[in-house]
C-alpha cells in the first residue's frame, strides 16, 4: 500500500490526517509523510492502518462496489449513502480534467454537493434529492442537460450491496445535438420508481424536451 493508495483511500472515507493519526496514535506529520512515500508504516503501524481502511464490513462493500466503476471507460462517479463521492472513473478524471481543467481526484470523501457547486449544476442535486434517487427510491433516472443545444444524457442508478441500499452510481451515458438555443439547464428528467417498476416516467419537460427522443428501453 502506497502513500498515494493511503490518500486515496482516506480521502474516499471522508477522512482527514488527523483523523487518522489520531486513531493510530501517531502525529499528523507522520501520515503526511506516509502519504508523500517519505517514509513507510512501521508494522504495527501497517496492520493497523490496513484494519482502518479495509477490515469494516461496511468499507469492505464499498470497495468490492469500486471494482468496476474503477475500470470504465465512461465517466462515472459513486455516490455513498451519506452523500459523499467515494471513487470515480478514469473517464471521469478525463472528462473534468478536459473540460474544466480540474482534478476530480480532489473531491474523493466530499460532499456530492462540493462537486456540483463547483461545475454550477446545483439543479442536478435539487433533482436527485426531491425524488429520493440518492437514497434509493429510483431504480434508475435519467437526467437530460441542454446547453446551447448540445444535451447529456446522465444515468443515475442504485448500488446495493447484500441486498442493502449504501450509493449511487452517475454516469455521462451520451451527448447529442438539438437546435441551437440560448437555454442551458435541465431539459427532461424520466425514471423508474420503486413503487411503480414497469412503469417508465417522465418527471420533468422543459422547453426543448420535445427534440428528446425516446430512449431505448
Known amino acids: 500500500m502506497n502513500g498515494r493508495n493511503i490518500k486515496r ?14 486513531a493510530l496514535q501517531v502525529d499528523q506529520g507522520t501520515v503526511s ?8 508504516p512501521r508494522p504495527a503501524n501497517f496492520h493497523a492502518l490496513r484494519d482502518l481502511l479495509f477490515d469494516d464490513p461496511g468499507k469492505q462493500s464499498e470497495f468490492g462496489a469500486n471494482w468496476l466503476l474503477k475500470r470504465s471507460p465512461m465517466s462515472a462517479i459513486l455516490v455513498g449513502e451519506d452523500r ?17 481543467g480540474m ?9 456530492l454537493n462540493r462537486l ?3 461545475v454550477n449544476r446545483e439543479d442536478f442535486l435539487e433533482v ?10 429510483a431504480l434508475m433516472m435519467r437526467i437530460y442537460t441542454n446547453k446551447n443545444g448540445t444535451v447529456t444524457c446522465h444515468q443515475v442508478e442504485p448500488v446495493h450491496q447484500a441486498g442493502e441500499f449504501f450509493g449511487t452510481t452517475a454516469f455521462l451515458s451520451h451527448s447529442f445535438q438539438i437546435a441551437d438555443n440560448e437555454d ?3 431539459e427532461k428528467v424520466e425514471a423508474v420508481m420503486n413503487d411503480a417498476p414497469h412503469e417508465f416516467c417522465v418527471l420533468h419537460e422543459g422547453p426543448h424536451a420535445k427534440h428528446i427522443l425516446p430512449p431505448f428501453r
Open 9 to 22: 483511500l482516506r480521502r474516499r472515507l471522508g477522512m482527514t490526517q488527523n483523523d487518522i493519526a489520531d
Open 128 to 137: 436527485l434529492e426531491d425524488w429520493g434517487v440518492l437514497d434509493g427510491e
Open 116 to 118: 456540483l457547486d463547483h
Open 84 to 100: 459523499r463521492i467515494w471513487e470515480a472513473s478514469p473517464g471521469c478524471y478525463s472528462f473534468y480534467r478536459n473540460r474544466d
Open 103 to 111: 482534478d476530480v481526484g480532489a473531491y474523493l470523501g466530499s460532499p
Open 33 to 40: 509523510r506516509w502519504e508523500r512515500d517519505i517514509e513507510k
Open 184 to 186: 442551458v439547464g435541465i
